[in-house]
């Protein structure tokens, strides 16, 4: 089996643990953290923190983004949104925690995600019905769930354009995925607004960019 590299650490946000390596049933694959970051938000002059988002890659993802960004160092590639856009749309699977620091009801969060990813959608014109279809399942499936502090929701973004939901009660992968959507626009916007052009959560952004350059600079070492 494909392990990932030993160099590879555990980030804590908050409370919120995520730990270096992810396996997954549904899609056979390990996954290593390539960063994780809080989501907050300005509320009254605070800054009160609501989510904790993990973004897990597929092991072929530092070959494939190490040629074009191994010259850069951390400081050159958090600047730079071609970067992001790489691992948004890069042909390696990603796997996305979100784990809740506050209690938010599906709807709640659901209605935060789908307004970012539809502004997104609308602002380089990927928008149609079939994104506004895959909107309302995505909506649908959020409908009835509720995530107190510690549970998780897990987006497996597949490079094929599928979009797999797990919901969790604590940061663990479900064994099975609780809704699967196929709509590639779809499943880059949730990525996109994490840490695209317009992120939630800068913070995230910046776990990547100076995690990911000792990865491919010294190559992934696997045991
Ligand atoms: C996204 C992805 C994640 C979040 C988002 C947009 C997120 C949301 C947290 O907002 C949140 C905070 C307060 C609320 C509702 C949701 O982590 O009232 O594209």
Redesign the pocket.
């Known amino acids: 089996m494909a392990t990932a590299a030993s160099s590879i650490t555990a980030v804590q946000v908050d409370n919120l643990h995520f730990p270096p390596l992810l396996s997954s049933s549904v899609s056979a694959k390990t996954y290593f953290l390539g960063g994780a970051g809080v ?1 907050g ?1 300005m509320i009254e002059g605070s800054f009160i923190k ?2 904790g ?1 993990g973004v897990y890659l597929e092991d072929k993802a530092v070959a494939s983004l190490a040629t074009k960004w191994k010259s850069k160092d951390s400081e050159g590639l958090v600047e730079t949104l071609d970067f992001f856009r790489d691992i948004i749309s890069g042909g390696f699977e990603k796997m996305i925690r ?1 784990s809740y620091i506050r209690e ?1 009801s599906g709807r ?2 659901s209605r ?2 789908m307004e ?2 539809v502004a997104h959608m609308k602002s380089v014109g990927t928008y149609g019905e079939a994104e506004a279809a895959a909107i309302e399942r995505f909506a649908e499936a959020f409908k009835s769930v509720n995530f107190p502090p510690g549970a998780s929701v897990f987006f497996r973004q597949s490079p094929d354009g599928i979009l797999g939901l797990s919901f969790s009660q604590d940061e663990t992968l479900p064994a099975n995925e609780d809704a699967v959507i196929e709509n590639k626009a779809l499943s880059e916007a ?1 990525l996109e ?2 840490i695209g052009e317009h992120p ?1 959560s800068p913070a995230l952004k910046h776990s990547l960019a100076s995690r990911l350059p000792a990865l491919f600079n010294h190559g992934f070492i696997v045991i």
């Open positions: 989501r938000l609501f989510t988002l979100c938010l709640e969060y935060k995600v970012n990813c949730v607004t994490m939630v």
